[in-house]
């Protein structure tokens, strides 16, 4: 059984770092591509960052040049690099997956169960 565990997330001051870590387990034949995503009380859920399997990047335009997204293949692992925090940067953030489980022909999206930044004025 594939699973996506999240760590990282907590209670900052604007400006200030984090990092949060997803590491997929279970029994995985591929990972394509890996993502953060978040949604704060009220919004829809939005596409953070993506990273492809080949190490191409996407941001969304609210976080270019203070977040980097990055994945140790080897691990299964995404990590995203949160610098310049802002209030607005608040939100539950999660983890997700684009793989192929071993057992499957097909890809599917995998979700973690989220961690919660908070960032203080």
């Known amino acids: 059984q594939v699973q996506l565990m999240e760590s990282g997330g907590g209670l900052v001051q604007a400006g200030e770092s984090l990092r949060l870590s997803c590491a997929a387990s279970?029994?995985?034949?591929?990972?394509?591509?890996m993502g953060w995503y978040r949604q704060a009380p009220g919004k829809q859920r939005e596409l953070v960052a993506l990273?492809?399997?080949?190490?191409?990047?996407n941001y969304v335009d609210s976080v270019k040049g203070r977040f980097t997204i990055s994945r140790d293949n080897a691990k299964n692992t995404v990590l995203l690099q949160m610098n310049s925090l802002k209030p607005e940067d608040t939100a539950l953030y999660y983890c997700?997956?684009?793989?192929?489980?071993?057992?499957?022909?097909?890809?599917?999206?995998?979700w973690g169960q989220g961690t919660q930044v908070t960032v203080s004025s």
């Open positions: 990273i492809t399997s080949g190490d191409s990047t």
């Open positions: 279970g029994s995985i034949l591929r990972v394509n591509n």
């Open positions: 997700n997956a684009d793989l192929i489980p071993y057992g499957s022909f097909r890809s599917r999206d995998y």
